[in-house]
């Protein structure tokens, strides 16, 4: 009789299984989105590579609308006027003066005896450096240099700009993913409970599975929402990155993919010291420095001056005040410094100590550079190797998933074994997503640091 009624009860558990098939088929399992089958974990589903909006569009975006990029482009605009008005020195100083003038002179001891003089003059002045031993070449040439040490400085803002929004574009990518991930556990979640009611219903299973199968749909839609809000959070650091106000949201071209980085870290170090903006800004000052050095050490030297005037002039006190009277001069000027008060001897100093000071700065931020290119380099190599990990990680999850649905499906596993399983499936699917995004960051911030965009 016990036996009779032991058969009796799986046929009605193989029965109930054969409808919920029928009636409820699994259509696909919540990583299938982020399954390490595919090698990738693309930027919005459904998306073709080529299509949406690009990353190299996005910077373009940064660097015609970031504030910092256009204050960085005026500055070069501003030291370029600085280099045109050290090139004034090769060219005349013209002045046209206007003048009156009234005086009065007193004669002996009587008051009485005081006249006023009136004098009117107009002439036109012309002044001009003949020669001055190059100081005005080395002026000119140090104002040049100057203005590298700009175009440099600008370059250092964008890469540092061009990395921000990298960095926010994989952001985006990453919240995306996460955004799937967390639909596809409220769908499978959703399916969990809709089977479980149904074994409840036919008697098989506790009235505490169903309350578990709820609990845990409950939580995968707190998680969802969260993620929800993590794609506007990162949508909104997207268009800060970018130095916009509005931007309109559409998918992403670009896919979370490991891609190979073929590069030694002496390589990368070598590429680095020759292309860093800031390094070559270090030198562009150093040649600046040197040139006022040169022009302070010629302060010492005369300085060959020109000047003219051509003009009328009328004076009361020899003849009638008009009409006016022409009146020219021209004078040849060799001014010689003797002696003032050793100031040029410390300006001279001032210059070398500067240069001095610079010197060890570009050595302080060639150590930076390297030191930044090698932890680049590592952070890539260990995230690569995260990325493997995490990819095995995945399809174990994915595996054991599986086992444990069919487990319980058969009465043969409780839900908690399910439940555990479906958590290690997503925090799985997690993992690889942040370390897919970390290898990019990785990849983002060692060209940063070799200084390329």
Known sequence: MKEFKKDGLRLQVLYFLAVTWFLFPVTGQSADVLA????????????QQGTGLTLDEVVRTALENHSSVKSAQFQIKAQDAVVHQQMAAYYPTVNFNNSYRTSNTVSGTSATASRAFDSVS?????????????KREGLVQSARDTLDATQYAYNTTANNIVLAVKQAYYGVLQANALLRVNEETVRD???TLRQTQGFYDVGTKPRSDVTQAQANLYLAQANLILARNGVDVAWASLRNAMGVDEYPRQPLAEELAVT???????????????ARPELLQFDAQLKAQDQLIAVTRRNHLPDFLF??????????????LFPLQPSWQVQLSLNIPIFNGFQTTYQVQQALFNYYSIKEQERVERQQVALQVEQSFLNLNATREAVKANEAAVKAAKENLELHEGRYQVGYAPIVEVTDAQTTYTTAQTNYVNALVAYKVAIAQLLNAMGRR
Do not use: C, H, I, W
């Not at 002045?125 to 031993?133: I, R, S």
């Open 122 to 134: 107009s002439a036109t002045n012309v002044t001009m450096t003949l020669y001055n031993f190059g």
């Open 260 to 274: 190979p980085f073929s590069m030694s870290l002496d390589e990368a170090k070598q590429a680095a010291f020759g």
């Open 307 to 320: 000047t003219s005037s051509y003009g009328r002039q009328g004076n009361d006190a020899a003849a009638n």
């Open 189 to 191: 979640r959703e399916e």
């Open 36 to 47: 390490p089958a595919q090698g990738t974990v693309t930027a919005s589903a459904g998306m």
